[in-house]
């Protein structure tokens, strides 16, 4: 069973940037479709970005042009680089990857809510 673990959270302004780090207790490189999602109070989960086993990423629209996603194999790490961050990207921000469904990182979008494993969540308040 892979563990994963968030890291790189905080408090920052308006405008500022955050690296979310996620560090796997397994290799994630050739079998893993892994992403990040987001979790507000009172709000719905919102899937934020997937990375595939090939290295194609893809992105929702709330994030597209200002977060990157990004893996490095050797190290087992999954990367969130968030930049031009707003308050409304304060959430508790999640880690997962997937080995089952076998899809790519635009069908991962839409099915992330499933994938087989999830971390503990990151921390990331946007003040004005």
Not at 9 to 22: D, E, I, M, N, Y
Not at 31 to 57: K, L, N, Q
Not at 117 to 125: E, F
């Amino acid at each position: 069973q892979v563990q994963l673990v968030e890291s790189g959270g905080g408090s920052v302004q308006a405008g500022g940037s955050l690296r979310l780090s996620c560090a796997a207790s397994e290799y994630i490189g050739s079998s893993y479709c892994m992403g990040w999602f987001r979790h507000a109070p009172g709000e719905e989960r919102e899937v934020v970005a997937a990375i595939d086993s090939d290295g194609s990423t893809s992105y929702s629209d709330a994030v597209k042009g200002r977060f990157t996603i990004s893996k490095d194999n050797a190290k087992n790490n999954l990367y969130l680089q968030m930049n031009s961050l707003q308050p409304a990207a304060t959430a508790m921000y999640y880690c997962a990857a997937d080995r089952r469904l076998n899809v790519n990182a635009i069908q991962a979008l839409r099915v992330m809510r499933i994938f087989e494993y999830w971390g503990r969540g990151t921390q990331v308040t946007v003040t004005s």
